[in-house]
């Protein structure tokens, strides 16, 4: 093969009280998707910074057709031809589609936006990537949102496109829309790397794999020279145990049931348009849709944070009040919030605090004052049997890192026995080894006999998980399937709002 | 005799908007570009001095004016600085310049307090437009600052909806983060719009002393800046609603003195002169409920700080 189109040679960047990337080598070729497989924190994102320009290295050199060459900012990146689709999403929310692509491009001084939205038109035709360049960002789904990143890219006639964990806002059909759009750009000559941490992906859709780990470069592979297996090894650095089959539901008396559920959103506009479900004591019931769909508030409404327009919430027989979080707690309710640091827990308090934070009305903790003593052997305890490692009991928890932060919600959540868990994407942004200790524990609570409802987008979680699945989409059920019985792409149709069943069991 | 009555209250209305409407769109194109800026009574009041100071010196209303545009953009710089750079919080720096703005002023101004200004910004009605009824007398016999701010709201609208830099300044007040990412240099930009919201909210600052009123008193904006900042948000962020805003608070402010000036309605001074203040509350309610209903607002980046290396 010839020369390498980009190359990273020996990058080391590092932030304080971290090696982010240390002696990293990546070369990428015209004409080939290129995937950069690893853990989170394993430093991809940050390598892809550096390559656009967005980070400075303290060392190491970036070669474009074989010159050295030396990106001070974004800028110097887009005019060799290197663009970045970040994982969130750089759009102007209240743009249309033609001024977020307009942004930032050299000219004169008038914006001639018509000319621009054509050219658009012309470059979505081409490549399969369907938008309206009049439509404003806010209006559009995340997976279009997506496409106007790319089409920002190929606008500018980028060669090398560097997207970050594409596909996890995706359904599988989109994803496979997305790929065969890469295929695309690979064909006519562009250099596509993509960064993820799901193999599955990897094997469906790159030709050639470099895996880091650590913030260091472990290899380089061709896709049909490897396996999955290998990859996973090469990835974690060790053998993958893999979750034992989970055992049979021992479903018995229902504990949460919803009946006609209504609410609104942040926005006053409706987020659940009359929803059904019940979970079982012993079952995890899965939540299956795109982000933005209703889980958000359905997971708030059942944790009594939301007021409720109509239906009813039930939980163990207590009927549950307006949005009243401590009439959700003392019916045993447990929630874990998508955002851990923003409503599951205080950044700046220590993990004694923010344990702390559900219990201290008991009156075990004194009746007036609190037993600070008590309470820090408590929260030792807990943060030993969960696993939870940190730099000290007191130090902010905003420097933990997310599997961490993660186990440290779920003891608080969990050490109170709970009838029911609301799990809101609780593996969102964890490394592997961190979603598997809490999916260990989601199952161990499931054991105990708890009634979980787990919300979450990743299909192959819930697959591993739930004994039910629930599909929604914009605010509706449109699916509920026995995990035994449901196909990916029937689920993906229900997740897309392409296909609706009627809801029996 | 009615009509005459009216004209003249309008007339005031347009003299005594001016200022405001000058602080409010430097505070647009500051906030614009995602900078909250509370400094703008101190800044009005460093240019209105400096402004007074060189006009009595040079005997040219000019030289005081463009002093006071460069004066008040120092302040703005220093607040620029601070903010961008260091990344202060914006909302405690800016109170910090009004406080510093409003000391500085006031002991520069000292030794100019009773002293007569040579010459001022005079009432220079434009030929044949001034003869329009109605319109002639209330927009086009004004002074020259007042012209000037006719021609910089719409110059400032295509500026921010029409040119490749103005949607760069929209573009860094709601997502510097993606303006980063495509090559605009949010630090820089910043830097220029928040000087330049400086240097108009000294222009507001001059017209009270150089055209308004001329003369030099401590402390002489008497909360117009804090207006101007709440007119901001009453605009929507849009040059051209802040005339109408500017207009209706100068007409308040006029019609407070035609009241007063008149014998036959007695309404207590202090009443009158709450009505400003009082209408600025009420139009922050009114327009908050709205903004809150349609998908109108702050620019999303306001007075956050932008750091391209956080994680």
């Not at chain 1, 903790?365 to 305890?381: M, N, S, Y």
């Not at chain 2, 919080?89 to 009004?98: I, P, S």
Request: glycine share 10%; hydrophobic share 50%; charged share 20%.
């Amino acid at each position: 093969m010839t020369a390498p189109l980009v190359e990273m040679r020996g990058i080391t960047k590092t932030f304080p009280g971290v090696v982010a990337n240390e002696d990293v080598n990546l070369a990428v070729y015209a004409g080939e998707i290129h995937a950069l497989l690893g853990e989170n924190g394993a430093g991809k994102s940050t390598l892809m910074s550096v390559l656009t320009g967005l980070y400075r290295p303290e060392r190491g050199e970036i070669y474009f057709e074989g010159q050295k060459v030396s990106f001070r900012s974004p800028r110097d990146a887009i005019n060799k031809g290197i663009g970045m689709v970040h994982q969130h999403f750089r759009l102007v929310a209240p743009f249309t589609v033609t001024e977020n692509v307009a942004l930032g491009l050299k000219g004169g001084f008038n914006l001639n936006l018509n000319k621009i939205a054509q050219e658009i038109g012309e470059l979505s035709r081409e490549y399969g990537l369907e938008v309206d360049p009049q439509a404003r960002i806010w209006q559009l789904s995340v997976g279009e949102q997506q496409r106007v990143e790319i089409i920002k890219l190929l606008y500018r006639k980028a060669r090398v496109l560097i997207l970050d964990e594409p596909t996890a806002v995706l359904t599988p059909q989109e994803a496979r829309e997305l790929y065969r759009t890469l295929k695309k750009m690979a064909e006519q000559g562009c250099a596509v790397v993509f960064i993820t941490h799901k193999l599955q992906e990897v094997m469906e859709a790159a030709d050639t794999i470099t895996i880091l780990r650590a913030g260091k470069t472990v290899a380089t592979v061709k896709k049909q020279d490897t396996s999955e297996k290998e990859l996973a090894r090469l990835m974690v650095g060790r053998e993958l145990k893999g979750l034992r089959q989970k055992p049979a539901a021992s479903r018995s008396a229902t504990v949460l049931s919803i009946e006609d559920l209504r609410v609104l959103n942040d926005k006053g506009l409706e987020a659940l348009k009359g929803i059904n479900l019940t979970v079982a004591a012993g079952e995890i019931l899965g939540i299956a849709g795109v982000a933005g769909n209703g889980q958000r508030e359905l997971a708030e409404a059942v944790a009594g944070m939301r007021t409720i327009v109509a239906g009813r919430i039930t939980i163990a027989g207590r009927v549950l009040e307006q949005g009243n979080p401590l009439e959700a707690i003392n019916a045993g309710v447990g929630y874990i919030p998508a955002d851990r640091l923003d409503m599951g827990l205080v950044p700046n308090l220590g993990a004694v605090d923010n344990l702390l934070l559900k219990e201290y009305r008991q009156e075990r903790w004194g009746k007036t004052f609190i037993d600070r003593r008590q309470v820090r052997l408590w929260a030792r305890e807990l943060v030993e049997r969960f696993k939870v490692r940190m730099a000290g009991l007191d130090v902010p928890v905003k420097l933990m890192s997310g599997g961490n932060l993660q186990r440290l919600l779920l003891a608080r959540e969990i050490s109170t026995c709970p009838r029911l868990l609301v799990a809101e994407y609780p593996s969102r942004g964890l490394d592997i080894g961190a979603t598997e200790a809490v999916h260990r524990l989601l199952l161990e609570q499931r054991a105990a006999g708890a009634a979980i409802l787990l919300i979450s987008e990743d299909l192959e979680e819930l697959f591993r998980l739930a004994d039910r699945i629930a599909v929604m989409y914009e605010g509706e059920i449109t699916g509920l399937v026995d995990t035994a019985a449901a196909r990916v792409e029937e689920l993906g149709l229900m997740m897309a709002g392409a296909k609706r069943m009627e809801v029996g069991a | 005799m009615e009509n005459t009555v009216l004209i003249t209250i309008l007339a005031a209305a347009v003299t005594a908007g001016t200022p405001i409407l000058y602080a409010a769109l430097g505070e647009i194109i500051c906030e614009r570009s995602g900078v909250l800026n509370l400094g703008v009574e101190g800044m009005m009041l460093v240019g209105a001095v400096c402004g007074y100071m060189v006009a009595v010196r040079s005997a040219s209303p000019w030289a005081g004016f463009l002093v006071a545009l460069l004066a008040a953009g120092a302040l703005a710089a220093i607040f620029a600085f601070l903010t961008i750079t260091l990344r202060a919080n914006q909302v405690v720096t800016g109170l910090a310049l009004t406080i510093f703005g409003t000391g500085v002023s006031g002991f520069l101004g000292k030794p100019y307090i009773g002293i007569p200004l040579p010459l001022s910004f005079k009432k220079a009605p434009i030929p044949v437009l001034s003869d329009i009824p109605l319109l002639g007398p209330v927009f086009f016999s004004q002074d020259v600052l007042v012209y000037l701010s006719y021609i910089l709201v719409p110059l400032l609208g295509y500026y921010l909806y029409r040119t490749r830099w103005g949607l760069n300044l929209r573009a860094i007040g709601e997502n510097p983060a993606a303006a980063d990412a495509l090559g605009v240099n949010v630090f820089a930009l910043r830097y220029t719009y928040v000087i330049i919201g400086g240097m108009l909210a000294g222009a507001g600052g001059a017209y009270l002393s150089l055209a308004y009123a001329p003369s030099w008193l401590e402390n002489m904006t008497a909360g117009r800046g804090w207006i101007a900042v709440a007119l901001v948000i009453f605009a929507f962020w849009d040059p051209f609603r802040a005339v109408l805003g500017a207009y209706l608070f100068g007409g308040v402010d006029a019609l407070t003195y035609t009241l007063q000036a008149s014998t036959n309605i007695q309404v207590p001074v202090f009443f009158l002169k709450m009505m400003p203040y009082v209408l600025t509350v009420i139009v922050l309610i009114v327009v908050t409920r709205h903004t809150l209903a349609k998908r109108v607002g702050a620019p999303a980046a306001l007075s956050i700080p932008y750091d391209r290396e956080e994680r």
